[in-house]
């Protein structure tokens, strides 16, 4: 399967702990998206990775959030300190922007996301 | 607020019979529209796009329609067929250099009766 993979799946964890997830894209694709979704909600933007950089954090992205992309390659998201407010689906997406093009139409695929439950 | 509106949480359709799926969008600098569709505990697939230069977009049972000047696009499945039973949603995007990040409606629940 080459698609993205999102581990874990799933994730039950008390508030006040620390949990990390972990998505790995397809293999060529230099852009790395996180989202995140709330019941009833579309996916909301999160922060994204051009290869390794981290370019963009959202507002939604507090300081208890921090994402890397070492080597340009997976990605890992954490939430330090987790509160019952952080309770959602954590997407991840991947896509190829070529450089040099100064427009680009962003196809961006998905992985199956990981479900945090903060109990 | 919200850039992105799907304005009908669900929509119930005959098997075999049209599925009509609408959006709205304020933003005038998206000019790259997505359509998604998702399962439960699955992440969402993407299904066809649209960029402002077109005002349709057809891939199979697919159309996607856009009108820009009422900043309105809308989904068009034909014939619908029960395995279409999902949450579908619209986003939109800019497509010059930057984030390019997606900015999505709130989702339309569709079932396909038999």
């Known amino acids: 399967d080459t698609g993205v993979s999102q581990d874990p799946r799933h994730k039950i964890t008390k508030r006040g702990q620390n949990v990390t997830f972990r998505c790995d894209p397809i293999s060529e694709h230099n852009r790395l998206y996180w989202y995140r979704q709330t019941l009833g909600q579309g996916p909301e933007f999160l922060t994204y990775?051009?290869?390794?950089?981290?370019?963009?954090k959202s507002r939604l992205l507090s300081d208890r959030f921090s994402a890397e992309r070492p080597k340009g390659s997976f990605s890992t998201l954490e939430i330090q300190r987790t509160e019952q407010g952080d309770s959602a689906m954590y997407l991840c997406?991947?896509?190829?922007?070529?450089?040099?093009?100064?427009?680009?139409?962003?196809?961006?695929?998905f992985g199956p996301g990981t479900r945090l439950t903060v109990l | 607020d919200q850039q992105v509106k799907q304005n009908s949480p669900s929509l119930s359709v005959q098997e075999g019979r049209i599925s009509i799926l609408n959006c709205d969008y304020t933003?005038?600098?998206?000019?790259?529209f997505l359509w998604y569709k998702k399962y439960p505990a699955e992440g969402p697939t993407f299904l066809i796009s649209?960029?402002?230069?077109?005002d349709k977009n057809e891939d199979g049972r697919f159309t996607v329609f856009l009108n820009k000047s009422a900043k309105h696009l809308s989904l068009h499945i034909v014939p619908s067929q029960p395995g279409d039973s999902a949450v579908y949603f619209c986003?939109?995007?800019?497509?010059?250099?930057?984030?390019?990040?997606?900015?999505f409606g709130q989702g339309t629940r569709l079932t396909i009766n038999p």
């Open positions: 649209i960029s402002s230069i077109k």
């Open positions: 997406a991947s896509s190829l922007v070529l450089a040099g093009y100064r427009r680009s139409y962003n196809e961006q695929f």
């Open positions: 986003a939109a995007s800019h497509s010059y250099q930057g984030a390019q990040k997606l900015v």
């Open positions: 990775f051009q290869n390794e950089a981290q370019l963009e």
């Open positions: 933003n005038s600098m998206f000019d790259y």
